[in-house]
Antibody
């Protein structure tokens, strides 16, 4: 059974940094693309970032480009999102999700990021 | 505001059918079939229910079906059940990915 477990969320001040992690199990992690998707309070889903299976190809949404960095460690079955220069509008539940042929088959339960002074 | 337009809400009674539309442009929904749909119960992980506009992943009830015509993709849920009450999102690949604004389904 595919399991994706996010961690690292919390309260951070505007301008601060936070590092999210996603621990994967139940599948061959190194074979799958991975993504971060977020949902701000009262808003819809927003795709944030994508990394290819071997880590060579990375994409970001314009809203986070230059501030967020996605990475993965296939030896540890782990996905990360380094978030710097956080803004109030980055407050959201962040989900990690697998990627297969332009779709997101599996999702974690999410981790909450709150940006407030 | 998303480039994919969904109705904010739809409703139906148990046993009825409803359809949720997802309207894009000739540059996204209209140019390929890489449209997927997700069911999201608040507080839970989103669930993948349709891919490539019309295909159902294994384990998803055949009450869920997808279609596409021109620049609009649609999700139809037949035989509505109470547990279908959730938010539904379309998603299209445009070089990167974009979600529709979401549709809240209320089962009356």
């Amino acid at each position: 059974e595919v399991q994706l477990v996010e961690s690292g969320g919390g309260l951070v001040q505007p301008g601060g940094s936070l590092r999210l992690s996603c621990s994967a199990s139940g599948f061959t992690f190194s074979h799958f693309e991975m993504n971060w998707v977020r949902q701000a309070p009262g808003k819809g889903l927003e795709w944030v970032s994508h990394v290819s299976a071997n880590g060579d190809t990375i994409y970001y949404a314009n809203s986070v480009k230059g501030r967020f960095t996605i990475s993965r460690d296939n030896a540890k079955n782990s996905l990360s999102l380094q978030m710097d220069g956080l803004r109030a509008e980055d407050a959201a539940v962040y989900y990690c999700a697998t990627g297969v042929w332009f779709r997101f088959p599996d999702w974690g339960q999410g981790t909450l990021v709150t940006v407030s002074s | 505001q998303s480039v994919l337009t969904q109705p904010a809400s739809v409703s139906g009674s148990p046993g009825q059918s409803i359809t949720i539309s997802c309207t894009g442009t000739t540059f996204d929904v209209g140019s390929h079939n890489f449209v997927s749909w997700y069911q999201h119960h608040p507080g839970k992980a989103p669930k993948f229910i349709i891919f490539e506009a019309t295909k159902r992943p294994s384990g998803i009830s055949d009450r869920f079906s997808g279609s596409k015509s021109g620049n609009t993709a649609s999700l139809t849920i037949s035989g509505l059940q109470a547990d279908d009450e959730a938010d539904y999102y379309c998603c299209a690949y445009l070089g990167t990915w974009v979600f529709g604004g979401g549709t809240k389904l209320t089962v009356l």
